[in-house]
């Protein structure tokens, strides 16, 4: 022991000392050792828990560009123009089809397709006779349908926020009915009441080798 001026006790001199490292040392470098192991354990599992996997960002614009790509994959079809009164007229306006018989009734007639018309259009009935049968001068139900030979694609367009859903993305957005192309006074008949141009539709979306396509539109 160390006495009142310093010194060692008589016990205690010629012995020597370790050094703090040396008694220390082995204790301080194992305990070491745990928390390296424990921290490459824990990364380990974070790493299990997140997958490693980057899920890459589909953003409004590039859905918008899946989308009309999988329309423009399909093969063009024509449309269908439902023709009502207003569109008879607007029928004999362009020339498209002219009155060829009128019944005793007085609102019922046959309608002829002019060569004109018959570039741009067929009757979906067959013929080249519209058989113009209201059941009344002021039915405004009573339709026929014309079918465009001209084809085209549908239209995508206001994609929606993008949703997720699981592993899949999903995005309202509006299909329109391509007018492209078709004859002006065509396009303005496609337009009157009892023809449907735009529909509400949904698309998934699925990653297919790390990149995202559409899975399907409903």
């Not at 001199?13 to 424990?38: C, D, M, Q, T, W």
């Not at 093969?75 to 002219?98: L, S």
């Not at 397709?113 to 067929?122: A, E, Q, S, Y």
Request: charged fraction near 20%; aromatic fraction near 10%; glycine fraction near 10%.
């Amino acid at each position: 022991m160390i006495d009142s001026n310093g010194n060692l006790g008589e016990k205690w001199r010629g012995k020597s000392f370790e050094p703090f490292h040396a008694v220390y040392g082995g204790n301080v470098k194992i305990v070491l050792k745990l928390h390296a192991l424990g921290a490459v354990i824990l990364f380990g599992a974070m790493t299990v828990l997140c997958g490693c996997k980057s899920v890459p960002e589909l953003t409004k614009d590039q859905a918008l560009t899946l989308i009309q790509t999988k329309y423009d994959q399909t093969t063009a079809e024509p449309i269908n123009i439902t023709v009502g009164d207003r569109g008879m007229q607007q029928g004999v306006f362009a020339k498209y089809w002219f009155e060829t018989k009128r019944y005793p009734l007085g609102y019922w007639g046959d309608f002829t397709i002019t060569p004109d018309g018959k570039k741009l259009f067929k009757l979906a009935s067959g013929g080249d006779v519209i058989q113009w049968r209201p059941d009344s001068p002021t039915d405004k139900n009573f339709v026929i349908v014309i079918t465009t030979l001209a084809a085209n694609h549908l239209k995508a367009r206001n994609v929606g926020d993008i949703q997720t859903s699981g592993d899949l993305r999903t995005a309202a957005f509006s299909e329109d009915i391509n007018l492209d192309g078709i004859a002006e006074p065509l396009q303005n008949i496609a337009h009157n009441p009892g023809n449907k141009l735009s529909t509400k539709r949904v698309a998934t979306f699925a990653l297919n080798n790390g990149a995202w396509t559409v899975q399907s539109i409903q």
